[in-house]
C-alpha cells in the first residue's frame, strides 16, 4: 500500500499583481481521509484548490497530488483527481445518463463501458430514476450530485470539492453530505473546502483554518476547539458600558442580546473565579450559561469573523 500522502504541499504563494492571495501554505492529507480547508470568503481556499488540481501556477512552493509532482507530472495529476467547483457543471440540454455517457467517452470508455459506467454512478447517486431527464428539469441538490457524479467517471484518487454545497438548501447540503461520507467510506481522499463550521465539523478528519492566505490553525475539530478552550462561559450583560468594558476577552458576541461569550476550563472554581473577575460587585452579569467550545468560537477567535451557517444566504 502507499505510504506516501495523498497531498502534500509546502510554502505555496501566490500573488495577483500587488494582491498576495497565498503566503506560504504547507499541507499535508493522508490518503482515505477527509480534509476540510474552512476559511471566510477570499481567504485563499480556491486559489489553493486550483493550484493542487494543476488549473493555477504557484509562484511559489511545491506540492505533490496522488503521488505526482503538479508542475512536473500535470497529467499523472489531473488523471488522478476529479474537481467539482462550487456551481454544477452539467449540460442542461442533455439527460442526466447522457451527461455521464459523455464524460465517460472522453475518459476513453468503450460506448459499451461507458453505459455500464453510467448505469452505475446514477444508481450510487440516486439518480437513476432520472437518468433519461434532461438536467433542466434537476433541482440543485440533484445537479450536484450529478455534477460529482461525472467527476468520479474515472474513479479518481483525489477528489476536490469546492465549496460543494453553495447555495443548496438544507436537505440537499445533507444528501452531499452523505455523497462526501460514502466516498471517504470507498478509500477515496477528500479535500474540502468550506466556509460552513458545520459542514467541517461534521465531515472532516483534520481541518485547516485559513484566513489572509495563511494558514492559521490545523488539528481535528477538537483539537482546535480546544485552543480556544474546552468551554464557553455566555454571559449577558446588564447594560451596553458592562458590555464592552469586556468584549475584547470574548470568543462569543451578540451585541443585540448583550450576551458574550469568555474561554473557560469548564470548572466550577474557573467558572467561580471568572464570574468575581469580570463582575466584582455582582451588578453587571445578570444571567449566565456554560457551554461546549464550538468551531465558531475557533474561527472567530482566529479569523476576528464568523463564519457561515447553513441558514444564511450564499453569496460568491
Not at 119 to 142: C, H, I, K, N, P
Not at 238 to 252: G, I, P
Amino acid at each position: 500500500m502507499n505510504e506516501s500522502p495523498a497531498i502534500e504541499a509546502t510554502g505555496l504563494s501566490k500573488a495577483y499583481g500587488k494582491s498576495k492571495v497565498l503566503d506560504g501554505i504547507d499541507l499535508r492529507v493522508d490518503r482515505g481521509t477527509v480534509f476540510s480547508l474552512l476559511g471566510p470568503n477570499g481567504a485563499g481556499k480556491t486559489t489553493t484548490v486550483r493550484i493542487l488540481a494543476t488549473l493555477t501556477t504557484a509562484d511559489a512552493g511545491r506540492a505533490r497530488v496522488a503521488g505526482y509532482d503538479i508542475v512536473a507530472d500535470r497529467g499523472r495529476v489531473r488523471r488522478a483527481i476529479s474537481l467539482t467547483g462550487q456551481f454544477a457543471a452539467v449540460d442542461e440540454k442533455q439527460t442526466g445518463e447522457e451527461n455521464l455517457r459523455m464524460m465517460a467517452r472522453l475518459s476513453g470508455l468503450s460506448r459499451r463501458d461507458a453505459r455500464r459506467r453510467a448505469a452505475e454512478l446514477l444508481e450510487r447517486f440516486d439518480l437513476a430514476d432520472a437518468g433519461r431527464r434532461r438536467t433542466v428539469t434537476y433541482s440543485g441538490g440533484m445537479r450536484r450530485r450529478l455534477d460529482l457524479a461525472a467527476g468520479l467517471v474515472g474513479d479518481p484518487e483525489v477528489v476536490f470539492l469546492d465549496e460543494p454545497t453553495t447555495g443548496l438548501d438544507p436537505r440537499s447540503r445533507a444528501e452531499l453530505w452523505q455523497v462526501v461520507r460514502d466516498l471517504s467510506d470507498r478509500g477515496a481522499t477528500v479535500f474540502l473546502t468550506t466556509q460552513y463550521l458545520e459542514e467541517a465539523d461534521r465531515l472532516a478528519d483534520r481541518i485547516a483554518v485559513v484566513d489572509g492566505g495563511r494558514l492559521v490553525a490545523e488539528g481535528t475539530a477538537a483539537e482546535l476547539k480546544a485552543r480556544v478552550a474546552g468551554h464557553r462561559l455566555d454571559l449577558v450583560l446588564n447594560d451596553t458600558a458592562a458590555y464592552w468594558r469586556l468584549e475584547s476577552r470574548a470568543v462569543h458576541r451578540s451585541p443585540g442580546t448583550l450576551t458574550l461569550g469568555l474561554p473557560t476550563d469548564g470548572t466550577a472554581a474557573h467558572v467561580r473565579a471568572l464570574l468575581d473577575e469580570v463582575d466584582p460587585d455582582r451588578r453587571d452579569v445578570t444571567r449566565f450559561a456554560l457551554h461546549t467550545a464550538t468551531l465558531d468560537d475557533v474561527f472567530l477567535a482566529l479569523t476576528g469573523s464568523p463564519a457561515r451557517t447553513h441558514k444564511e444566504p450564499a453569496h460568491v
